[in-house]
């Protein structure tokens, strides 16, 4: 079936401008993660959703950034002002519900590559 | 959080045994230990999975002692194509919403 998809794929985009990053989760997903991957480094927490509970957006790196989901499936996450420390490789991943399906693992997608210039 | 620490990197041949391991000193009761794979301009992807003991797969086999406080993926026979990150993850996600990745540990094949 359809995994994690990502779009853009790729984003270059100009010091000061708003960008937008879409992930699509795989259908019956209900918990979703934003990670964030600097260039040659590990994966960065930012934020969490799992079904209508509030989402946990204790990795969000500055007020700058910010994350929704809708109807509990689509999620962006939209920079603001974007920064040339904001360039990483943005990874969306879904899994199953964690109340439902113990430990399930997480699905990752491509990830899309943000550069700020 | 369970706290990770893994090598750096490891060099290996095609053909041989790999060994990586990862030290998890804090895992909770109800953590199990995950190990991810990511190649280059993609996102990891889940190798294998255990609580305790012995898991194999297909892919690998993953090794866990009586205490927890570590655990050894084995990846058989590796081939050019197996050089990657290798990260293990310990947590569960019931209760606790960020799953913490560690640094990973970068394997590189050689022929």
């Known amino acids: 079936g359809a995994g994690v998809s990502q779009s853009p794929s790729n984003k270059v985009t100009e010091k000061g401008k708003d960008v937008e990053l879409r992930c699509d989760p795989i259908s019956g997903h209900t918990a979703l993660y934003w990670y964030r991957q600097s260039l040659g480094q590990g994966l960065e927490f930012l934020i969490y959703?799992?079904?209508?509970?509030?989402?946990?957006k204790s990795g969000l790196p500055s007020d700058r950034f910010s994350a929704e989901r809708t109807g509990g499936s689509v999620s962006t996450l939209t920079i603001q002002r974007t920064q040339q420390e904001d360039s990483a490789v943005y990874l969306c991943?879904?899994?199953?519900?964690?109340?439902?399906?113990?430990?399930?693992?997480?699905?990752f997608g491509n990830g899309t590559r943000l550069t700020v210039t | 959080l369970a706290k990770t620490t893994q090598p750096i990197s490891m060099d290996s041949y095609e053909g041989q045994e790999v060994n990586i391991t990862c030290s998890h000193n804090?895992?909770?009761?109800?953590?199990?230990i995950t190990w991810y794979q990511q190649f280059p301009s993609q996102g990891p992807r889940f190798i294998i999975q255990g609580y305790k003991t012995k898991v194999t797969n297909e892919v690998a086999s993953l090794f866990i002692p009586a205490d927890r406080k570590s655990s050894t993926l084995s990846l058989p026979r590796v081939s050019l194509s197996d050089t990657a990150v290798y990260y293990c993850l310990v947590g569960m996600d019931t209760g606790r919403r960020a799953l913490t990745f560690g640094s990973g540990t970068r394997l590189q094949v050689q022929p």
């Open positions: 959703f799992q079904g209508n509970s509030a989402p946990d």
């Open positions: 991943a879904s899994s199953l519900n964690p109340a439902l399906s113990y430990n399930s693992p997480l699905h």
């Open positions: 804090n895992i909770a009761t109800n953590d199990y």
